[in-house]
């Protein structure tokens, strides 16, 4: 079954549910959209076979758009909107991308592929185009995961790499049922937003509230408004809502009633004041709308303490873990007796993991396998030998212990991407690919770190005796330019020392954060 099957087997069991639940479309009217924006792709020369970008934000048209282009028998190349045109025409000559359909506020002059208005209105659908015959094993998507500069890695998906996706987030069944609303402001080009808002609203014939901003008062007035049942975010936006939550209590002057009721809640309802638990929590669960049932966490990991708030609460909270290599989630967080908060579960339906290398508390390097699976990168034999073994498991890269429920728990890094707070990777090889460059520069390490709290990328530069923290700033500043600004490294340290290097001459990043730690190299820019 290829993606649009999926969509026609969901539009034939719910065709009544709302599917745009904005724009009041319902999954028959959606199909109806999605057919005649086929015949608007067919009209500018989409041919089957050919590549596809989408450069949006999350509105209609981008799922219209994705299903048009599988209808006509395109590959989606699912395009980040925070990047620049240099990059944009680097992912489009590396994929032999033809169109790419955005809004016009994205256009630029290039020769690398032709814009098409995302926007444009579609005529009618053409009676005589009929839905290509994808395979399942026909490539869905594809994205760019370690940058779009240097020499990325290219993620293909197949249509079954999909669907089996979609047919795993079942697990989630006790919480989402068909016609629920699922909130949708996480970006659709991303993975986590790719899996929340088109693969489980079709498994479950639910509904997507598509939100292009994440201004906190649209969000707010939404919630008020349609009132979802489940809440997609990255950890650092539910830290945002427990922190207004409670500054809202606070300057009411209830906080001692409600960490007191917080506290004592199972002992409160056991001796029949169950009313004074739900009337102090009615005022906080109505921010959220009234009707919540699931928040789900992914991207990054979210602090116990947050997770906590919200159970107690009594609302449904699971975190996920994933990449784009895996279309996002393959493993969940599962309500079980003495569950430990910070855990992310253990493997989605039809897929298995595994923990090699284990060290003496327990900790190794997670290895996945199961039909989400990616087959390996495009054009990228070096990559794909180092991340599958010959049993077919893929190589994660991340540090993870199991408890006694058989939850993993991320437990570190071992490649170097940098998870940012806002759930946005940066990945340090196609940064130092172009700080390299710099005259004067010897070598560059670049690395996750904190600074005030926040999750940064920080570089340690090793520079010629000449240069100056003011020479170097204003290059970095040039370089950072490539690049989309939650990449940019502005936090730095210079150093006229030889960086620590292996034995093949690559630079030991985790030697360099410790020297930085330690004060080695006084000369910064914080």
Request: aromatic share 12%.
């Given at each position: 079954?290829?993606?649009?099957?999926?969509?026609?087997?969901?539009?034939?069991?719910?065709?009544?549910?709302?599917?745009?639940?904005?724009?009041?479309?319902?999954?028959?009217?959606?199909?109806?959209?999605?057919?005649?924006?086929?015949?608007?792709?067919?009209?500018?020369?989409?041919?089957?076979?050919?590549?596809?970008?989408?450069?949006?934000?999350?509105?209609?048209?981008?799922?219209?758009?994705?299903?048009?282009?599988?209808?006509?028998?395109?590959?989606?190349?699912?395009?980040?909107?925070?990047?620049?045109?240099?990059?944009?025409?680097?992912?489009?000559?590396?994929?032999?991308?033809?169109?790419?359909?955005?809004?016009?506020?994205?256009?630029?002059?290039?020769?690398?592929?032709?814009?098409?208005?995302?926007?444009?209105?579609?005529?009618?659908?053409?009676?005589?185009?009929?839905?290509?015959?994808?395979?399942?094993?026909?490539?869905?998507?594809?994205?760019?995961?370690?940058?779009s500069t240097g020499t990325p890695k290219v993620v293909?998906?197949?249509?079954?790499?999909?669907?089996?996706?979609?047919?795993?987030?079942?697990?989630?069944?006790?919480?989402?049922?068909?016609?629920?609303?699922?909130?949708?402001?996480?970006?659709?080009?991303?993975?986590?937003?790719?899996?929340?808002?088109i693969l489980a609203t079709l498994e479950y014939g639910?509904?997507?509230?598509?939100?292009?901003?994440?201004?906190?008062?649209?969000?707010?007035?939404?919630?008020?408004?349609?009132?979802?049942?489940?809440?997609?975010?990255?950890?650092?936006?539910?830290?945002?809502?427990?922190?207004?939550?409670?500054?809202?209590?606070?300057?009411?002057?209830?906080?001692?009633?409600?960490?007191?009721?917080?506290?004592?809640?199972?002992?409160?309802?056991?001796?029949?004041?169950?009313?004074?638990?739900?009337?102090?929590?009615?005022?906080?669960?109505?921010?959220?709308?009234?009707?919540?049932?699931?928040?789900?966490?992914?991207?990054?990991?979210?602090?116990?303490?947050?997770?906590?708030?919200?159970?107690?609460?009594?609302?449904?909270?699971?975190?996920?873990?994933?990449?784009?290599?895996?279309?996002?989630?393959?493993?969940?967080?599962?309500?079980?007796?003495?569950?430990?908060?910070?855990?992310?579960?253990?493997?989605?339906?039809?897929?298995?993991?595994?923990?090699?290398?284990?060290?003496?508390?327990?900790?190794?390097?997670?290895?996945?396998?199961?039909?989400?699976?990616?087959?390996?990168?495009?054009?990228?034999?070096?990559?794909?030998?180092?991340?599958?073994?010959?049993?077919?498991?893929?190589?994660?890269?991340?540090?993870?212990?199991?408890?006694?429920?058989?939850?993993?728990?991320?437990?570190?890094?071992?490649?170097?991407?940098?998870?940012?707070?806002?759930?946005?990777?940066?990945?340090?090889?196609?940064?130092?690919?172009?700080?390299?460059?710099?005259?004067?520069?010897?070598?560059?390490?670049?690395?996750?770190?904190?600074?005030?709290?926040?999750?940064?990328?920080?570089?340690?530069?090793?520079?010629?005796?000449?240069?100056?923290?003011?020479?170097?700033?204003?290059?970095?500043?040039?370089?950072?330019?490539?690049?989309?600004?939650?990449?940019?490294?502005?936090?730095?340290?210079?150093?006229?020392?030889?960086?620590?290097?292996?034995?093949?001459?690559?630079?030991?990043?985790?030697?360099?954060?410790?020297?930085?730690?330690?004060?080695?190299?006084?000369?910064?820019?914080?």
């Amino acid at each position: 079954m290829n993606m649009f099957q999926f969509l026609e087997n969901t539009a034939k069991k719910h065709p009544d549910v709302l599917y745009l639940v904005r724009e009041q479309v319902n999954y028959s009217g959606f199909l109806d959209l999605v057919k005649r924006r086929a015949a608007t792709l067919n009209a500018a020369g989409v041919k089957p076979g050919d590549i596809v970008g989408i450069l949006s934000h999350n509105i209609p048209a981008f799922p219209i758009t994705l299903f048009a282009i599988w209808y006509v028998g395109g590959t989606v190349l699912l395009l980040d909107t925070n990047l620049t045109p240099f990059e944009y025409d680097n992912m489009a000559q590396i994929t032999k991308c033809k169109f790419v359909c955005a809004e016009k506020s994205f256009f630029y002059k290039t020769d690398k592929f032709t814009f098409l208005d995302i926007m444009a209105e579609d005529g009618d659908a053409n009676p005589k185009l009929k839905p290509a015959k994808l395979k399942d094993s026909d490539i869905a998507t594809l994205s760019f995961t370690s940058g779009s500069t240097g020499t990325p890695k290219v993620v293909p998906l197949t249509h079954y790499n999909l669907t089996e996706c979609a047919h795993s987030l079942l697990d989630m069944h006790e919480y989402i049922s068909a016609g629920d609303i699922l909130y949708g402001f996480l970006p659709m080009y991303h993975i986590f937003g790719f899996a929340v808002e088109i693969l489980a609203t079709l498994e479950y014939g639910a509904g997507v509230l598509l939100q292009p901003t994440v201004n906190p008062k649209e969000i707010m007035a939404d919630f008020k408004k349609y009132r979802p049942q489940v809440i997609p975010a990255v950890p650092r936006l539910f830290e945002v809502f427990r922190n207004k939550i409670i500054d809202g209590i606070k300057s009411k002057h209830k906080w001692w009633l409600f960490s007191f009721v917080m506290k004592n809640a199972a002992f409160l309802r056991k001796i029949g004041l169950s009313r004074l638990v739900d009337a102090v929590y009615k005022p906080v669960l109505d921010v959220f709308g009234g009707r919540a049932k699931l928040l789900v966490a992914g991207g990054a990991a979210t602090k116990p303490e947050i997770e906590n708030f919200f159970v107690a609460l009594g609302l449904g909270f699971i975190q996920g873990f994933g990449m784009t290599e895996t279309v996002g989630p393959i493993c969940i967080s599962k309500p079980c007796k003495g569950r430990v908060p910070f855990a992310f579960g253990g493997p989605t339906t039809n897929n298995v993991v595994e923990i090699r290398d284990k060290n003496a508390d327990g900790v190794g390097i997670l290895w996945v396998k199961g039909n989400q699976v990616f087959n390996g990168y495009l054009n990228n034999d070096a990559a794909n030998r180092e991340v599958f073994d010959d049993r077919g498991f893929f190589n994660t890269g991340d540090m993870v212990s199991m408890d006694k429920n058989g939850e993993l728990h991320f437990a570190g890094r071992k490649k170097q991407v940098i998870v940012l707070d806002s759930g946005k990777n940066v990945y340090p090889d196609e940064l130092e690919g172009l700080f390299i460059t710099i005259p004067g520069v010897k070598n560059v390490a670049v690395f996750e770190h904190k600074i005030k709290d926040k999750t940064v990328a920080y570089g340690v530069f090793s520079v010629d005796d000449n240069m100056t923290i003011e020479k170097l700033s204003a290059a970095i500043a040039h370089a950072n330019k490539k690049v989309a600004s939650y990449k940019w490294v502005t936090h730095f340290a210079m150093t006229t020392e030889d960086l620590p290097t292996t034995s093949t001459q690559k630079v030991k990043h985790h030697v360099v954060r410790q020297n930085l730690i330690d004060g080695k190299y006084p000369i910064r820019k914080e």
